[in-house]
Structures are given as C-alpha cells and as structure tokens.
C-alpha cells in the first residue's frame, strides 16, 4: 500500500492486486465519490487510484488514516462473506423450501433402543 501525494488536491494510492481484490477497492473507494474524484485503474499486479480532493476537504493526513481503516474494513467484509458463503445459502434454501425433508421427524420414539445389541 503506497500513497503519494502529488499535490495539495490529488492524492495517489497504489494497492498490490495479492492483498486487495478490484471489487474490494470499488466497494471501499464509492463512498469516496460523493466528496472527491476517483479514479481507479487496474494493472497486472497492482490497482492504481487517483483521488482528487476538493479545496479544504479534509487533510491528506486524516484522510489517508480513514483509507487505511476503510480498506481493512472492506477486505474483512470480503473475507467474512466468502467464508460463510455456505451458510447463508442453507438458510435461503432452508427459508424457500416446502414441504421439505427437514421438517418431517424420524419414525419412532427418542427412547427407542436397538433390539440387537
């Protein structure tokens, strides 16, 4: 992760592809472009980002912190909903389902006991 700031209104932010999906980066950077201008481009291993900041917005410095904070959050997000993918389509299969095998009880009593032991 590298930040360089050009000038007092265009800040540059390169992100290594192994660390940040693209879609990571445009969830994390749309809810920058209601104040700033955001430019991303993607390269064969990194992800270039061009933010250009409006006269007396906020400080490069406070800004890069929210990016950071903002960037981890997002991936983090990412992680979650890749890892518990499975889950959440059991229980939409689980909530559509009718007259499903899941909700019939198993023949006999809980106190049954195998005749042959």
Known sequence: MEFVCV???L???S???????IDVVYKC????SGKYSVTINEGLSTIEIDLELGEGIQKVDGLIKRL???LIDFKTRDIV???TVNIRELLVAKAFAHG???DESPPGEIADTPTNC
């Open 7 to 9: 000038n007092p209104s």
């Open 11 to 13: 800040l540059k932010i």
């Open 15 to 21: 992100l290594s592809k192994e660390v940040y999906t």
């Open 29 to 32: 950077f749309y809810w920058y």
């Open 68 to 70: 950071k904070i903002d």
């Open 81 to 83: 909903s890749k890892e």
């Open 100 to 102: 499903d095998e899941f």
